[in-house]
């Protein structure tokens, strides 16, 4: 059971390059998300979607960009990297939908570096 | 908005040592509580969950967590703690009004010596 995907796992980026992080879910999961982990401040929400075609803003959106035109697949773009920016980002998906009662899936994390 | 407090950042104990760990949360109406778990190199997964009824709810691997309404509270114990407890703890809320937004606290890192 492949259940939630990401890749790259680890990816060492320039500042002011562009790049993105991929999220696939074979769950038939309605509600994806991403994470982003770092030391003492836990998991904060980037983005979220509730069905494909919908996306809306967590609690640090800024210089994110998501997209969902599937259900499956929940890419994040950062469109021009920052320092700030390094950290490991978890996807996740849940059965939910808007109302998450249910438990979040978690993939396995991308560790990246912003230099 | 929800928010999630966790005051233990770092909690040391031996084996067969009894747990707690907080949880505190700030909002005023309903809400969903969780903890997740996540194991050295491996990725967050689920350990308990309440959304109503019962407020001491009974998760995996003999985990446990009290709903307190009152001390807006969600603490995780466990009766004795074994090595392979080593791991970060993550305490989460979902708000009425606001269910699509999952929001972790900051994490609680255990470490058990044998």
């Known amino acids: 059971n492949a259940g939630v995907t990401q890749t790259p796992k680890f990816q060492v980026l320039k500042t002011g390059q562009s790049m993105t992080l991929q999220c696939a879910q074979d769950m038939n999961h309605e509600y994806m998300s991403w994470y982003r982990q770092d030391p003492g401040m836990g998991l904060r929400l980037i983005h979220y979607?509730?069905?494909?075609?919908?996306?809306d803003q967590g609690e640090v959106p800024n210089g994110y960009n998501v997209s969902r035109s599937t259900t499956e697949d929940f890419p994040l773009r950062l469109l021009s990297a920052a320092p700030s920016q390094t950290s490991v980002y978890f996807c996740?998906?849940?059965?939910?939908?808007?109302?998450?009662?249910?438990?979040?899936?978690f993939g396995e994390g991308s560790r990246l570096t912003v230099l | 908005a929800q928010s999630v407090s966790q005051h233990n950042h770092h909690v040391i104990l031996s084996e067969a040592a009894s747990l707690e760990l907080g949880c505190n949360y700030s909002?005023?109406?309903?809400?969903?509580l969780f903890w997740y778990v996540q194991y050295p190199g491996q990725h967050l997964q689920l350990l308990l969950k309440?959304?109503?009824?019962?407020?001491l709810v009974k998760g995996i691997k003999g985990f446990e967590a009290e709903f307190i309404k009152s001390k807006f509270s969600f603490n995780l114990r466990k009766p004795s703690v074994q090595w392979s407890d080593t791991a970060e703890y993550f305490c989460?809320?979902?708000?009425?009004?606001?269910?699509?937004?999952?929001?972790f606290g900051t994490g609680t890192r255990l470490q058990v010596f044998p």
């Open positions: 979607s509730v069905g494909a075609g919908i996306t």
């Open positions: 309440y959304f109503s009824g019962d407020p």
């Open positions: 996740a998906s849940s059965a939910g939908g808007r109302y998450l009662g249910g438990e979040l899936f």
């Open positions: 909002y005023g109406g309903t809400v969903n």
């Open positions: 989460a809320v979902t708000a009425l009004g606001n269910t699509d937004k999952l929001i």
